[in-house]
Each structure stands twice: as structure tokens, then as C-alpha cells.
């Protein structure tokens, strides 16, 4: 399953040429290292969803 506000957001928030995260500087005007807590918790959902589906026997 594509997307999802998970796709969203990795989409947005990609790594910078500075090393850090072009998509909280574009959103907020903030600057935060990356991968920042937004990618973090983006990737651990598709994790756990991709767990989910194995565990379903879907793809
Ligand atoms: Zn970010």
C-alpha cells in the first residue's frame, strides 16, 4: 500500500546537500539533522505495516 501519510512524508523530508532535512526546512524554516523524527516515525509505520501484511499473506 502506497500513498499513505508515511509516503507523504518521506517524500517531503529527504536529506539535504548540508546533511540535513530539506522538508522541515521547507515546512517549518527549522532545521533538524537527518533522518529527522518525522522519518523515523514514517519508516517504523511502514515497517510495521509491511509486518502486518506478510503476517496478513498479502503483498
Ligand atoms: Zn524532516
Request: positive net charge.
Amino acid at each position: 500500500m502506497t500513498g499513505g501519510p508515511e509516503q507523504a512524508i518521506l517524500v517531503v523530508h529527504v536529506r539535504g546537500l548540508d546533511g540535513m532535512c530539506a522538508g522541515c526546512r521547507a515546512w517549518w524554516s527549522r532545521l533538524a539533522p537527518y533522518p529527522c523524527w518525522q522519518v523515523d516515525w514514517a519508516t517504523s509505520r511502514q515497517a510495521r505495516a509491511s509486518v502486518a501484511r506478510f503476517l496478513e499473506g498479502v503483498r
